[in-house]
């Protein structure tokens, strides 16, 4: 019993039955940063805009949304290299 319970790890590992949903995850990912970022840079424009069309420019609002931007973009890229999941 104990050498079937040391075995089975191992043949489950090698068998890849996880490589289907790391492939689903990976487009989730991918597809909702490219999504979000869009979003962001239609905000940047009309926040732009209405700073440009009012004279007034907001730092703080502006470096919000693009430091957003920033972790929308690196965001998962910076998970998957600090768990190793690349």
Known sequence: ???AASVLPTQVAASG???P???VLEDISTGLVSMSSRV???GIVI???WAAG????DKKKMFGVVAGEILIFYGPQAI???????
């Open 47 to 49: 926040i732009g805009g």
């Open 1 to 3: 019993m104990l050498i």
């Open 17 to 19: 039955w996880a490589e």
């Open 21 to 23: 949903a790391e492939g």
């Open 80 to 86: 998957e290299m600090l768990v190793g999941a690349a």
């Open 54 to 57: 009012s004279g007034y420019i």
């Open 40 to 42: 962001i840079a239609i």
